[in-house]
Structures are given as structure tokens and as C-alpha cells.
């Protein structure tokens, strides 16, 4: 399981997610605006802005929201216009970090990002230095309870890469390319999926424990609470045992 996914499981546990949730809104409303100002507002024809209204539906954003943020990026509202970039550093332990941005001042971004780094242990690198590491995927994941060989043969099917079975969950792997189509094939199919999204997969992971796993969820928790970050990708692995002894 990626870092990132393993983050996810770890929020949800901690019930950290629901107490963010406005903080939530006003990423997606970034995504959405720079989604449809880059690809235009009609989601049928902009697979990145249709992900991104899909994604803010599944967290129950108002529609007035998505539509206000999709005039925005289109042109219909006045708005600040963002820059995106990516941050590449180490965590604790050499874990390997991607933060993706998206920013209206990029020397405070980059000064706050550094300093979060730098606070927990970790320190931020030069561009290139980790992103050799990940492979941008469509990721689909199931909770466990439906037939795996059912899923498997049906996803294959549809164009996905490949499906493997985790500790909590099952997980869809497919091209970017492909990733709406393989979701929507498999909704149809009756298989009801707990979270889709493009996400950056790891090819190796790192394990942690004790403080260096400590100051890793530390990072990872700064780092998103940062207004002007939109994602964070890292490819640490901490036991369910270890996680037990610090919740």
C-alpha cells in the first residue's frame, strides 16, 4: 500500500478528516477553478475537472460550490490565479516526499514548505531527486466483502493494469488514461468503490517505527494543512502494531 493510502487510512482512524473538511472545500474549489481554466467547464470534455467535481461530490460539496468554482476558473468570476508546482524532499527515516501545490505566491509557498520539512525531521531536496521513485496511476479502492475474482476478471476487462489485494481493501491500478472509464465500467457492474482519485503510486517503500514514524505523520499532517497544498505523496509503511502504540 502507497504512503499516501496508508496517510488516508491513518486520518480516517484518527478522525482528523471530518474535522478538516472546510479545509477540504477550499483545496477541491482550487483544483476545480484550475481545472476548468486549464481544460475548459464542460466536464465531459475535461477528464481532469470531471475527476475533480466527481471527487468533491463524494465529500458532499454543494453544488452551488462546484459551479461557482468552475465559473471561476473559466473566466465568469474574478479570481486569483494560481501557479502549480511540485516540492520533492526526505522524511524522517529517508522516506521519499512529493507535495504538489497550487500557489498564488510561490516564495512564501516555498518558505513554508521548507520550514515544515526542516520542523520535522525532514528536509526538502532538489526537483528530480524522489520523483523517479513514483508512477502516477488511477486508483480505485474497494472495501473487502465483494468477490475478488469477480472484481478482478471485471476490471481487467474494462482496461485496468492491475488488481491486488491489501490489508483492508481491494485496489484498482489503472493508466491515467483510462482511469474514468475503468471506474464507470465497474460502477455499472454493481461494484461500489470507497475512493477513486489519480494518485502517485511508489515503487519501493520504507518502513517505519517509534519516532521516526512519529514525526513522519507530523510531516505529513503540517504539510496537508498548509493552505497552498493540494496533495502529498510519500512511500513510508508503519505496521498496524506500531500504529496501535501511538494512537
Given at each position: 500500500?502507497?504512503?499516501?493510502?496508508?496517510?488516508?487510512?491513518?486520518?480516517?482512524?484518527?478522525?482528523?478528516?471530518?474535522?478538516?473538511?472546510?479545509?477540504?472545500?477550499?483545496?477541491?474549489?482550487?483544483?476545480?477553478?484550475?481545472?476548468?481554466?486549464?481544460?475548459g467547464g464542460d466536464p465531459a470534455a475535461n477528464p481532469r475537472l470531471r475527476t475533480a467535481i466527481d471527487k468533491?461530490?463524494?465529500?458532499?460539496?454543494?453544488?452551488?460550490?462546484?459551479?461557482?468554482?468552475?465559473?471561476?476558473?473559466?473566466?465568469?468570476?474574478?479570481?486569483?490565479?494560481?501557479?502549480?508546482i511540485v516540492y520533492e524532499g526526505y522524511g524522517p527515516g529517508g522516506v521519499a516526499v512529493l507535495v504538489e501545490?497550487?500557489?498564488?505566491?510561490?516564495?512564501?509557498?516555498?518558505?513554508?514548505?521548507?520550514?515544515?520539512?526542516?520542523?520535522?525531521?525532514?528536509?526538502?531536496?532538489?526537483?528530480?531527486?524522489?520523483?523517479?521513485?513514483?508512477?502516477?496511476?488511477?486508483?480505485?479502492?474497494?472495501?473487502?466483502?465483494?468477490?475478488?475474482?469477480?472484481?478482478?476478471?471485471?476490471?481487467?476487462?474494462?482496461?485496468?493494469?492491475?488488481?491486488?489485494?491489501?490489508?483492508?481493501?481491494?485496489?484498482?491500478?489503472?493508466?491515467?488514461?483510462?482511469?474514468?472509464?475503468?471506474?464507470?465500467?465497474?460502477?455499472?457492474?454493481?461494484?461500489?468503490?470507497?475512493?477513486?482519485?489519480?494518485?502517485?503510486?511508489?515503487?519501493?517503500?520504507?518502513?517505519?517505527?517509534?519516532?521516526?514514524?512519529?514525526?513522519?505523520?507530523?510531516?505529513?499532517?503540517?504539510?496537508?494543512?498548509?493552505?497552498?497544498?493540494?496533495?502529498?505523496?510519500?512511500?513510508?509503511?508503519?505496521?498496524?502494531?506500531?500504529?496501535?502504540?501511538?494512537?
Open positions: 500500500m502507497s504512503g499516501h493510502n496508508k496517510w488516508s487510512t491513518i486520518k480516517h482512524k484518527k478522525g482528523a478528516a471530518d474535522a478538516k473538511r472546510g479545509k477540504v472545500f477550499t483545496k477541491m474549489i482550487k483544483e476545480i477553478s484550475v481545472a476548468a481554466k486549464l481544460g468533491a461530490k463524494a465529500e458532499n460539496m454543494p453544488k452551488d460550490n462546484i459551479e461557482r468554482a468552475i465559473k471561476k476558473g473559466t473566466g465568469g468570476m474574478e479570481g486569483v490565479t494560481y501557479e502549480e501545490v497550487m500557489t498564488d505566491n510561490r516564495n512564501r509557498t516555498v518558505s513554508d514548505v521548507r520550514s515544515i520539512f526542516t520542523k520535522t525531521n525532514g528536509n526538502m531536496g532538489e526537483a528530480g531527486c524522489v520523483s523517479w521513485i513514483f508512477s502516477k496511476k488511477g486508483l480505485i479502492t474497494f472495501e473487502k466483502g465483494i468477490d475478488f475474482e469477480q472484481l478482478f476478471e471485471a476490471a481487467i476487462e474494462a482496461g485496468a493494469d492491475d488488481v491486488t489485494e491489501e490489508e483492508e481493501q481491494f485496489e484498482v491500478l489503472t493508466d491515467p488514461s483510462n482511469f474514468i472509464e475503468v471506474r464507470e465500467a465497474l460502477e455499472a457492474k454493481g461494484f461500489k468503490f470507497s475512493n477513486a482519485e489519480i494518485t502517485m503510486i511508489p515503487q519501493t517503500m520504507v518502513a517505519l517505527e517509534g519516532k521516526q514514524a512519529e514525526s513522519m505523520l507530523k510531516l505529513m499532517d503540517k504539510l496537508e494543512d498548509n493552505d497552498d497544498v493540494q496533495n502529498v505523496y510519500a512511500n513510508f509503511d508503519i505496521s498496524a502494531d506500531e500504529m496501535e502504540k501511538m494512537m
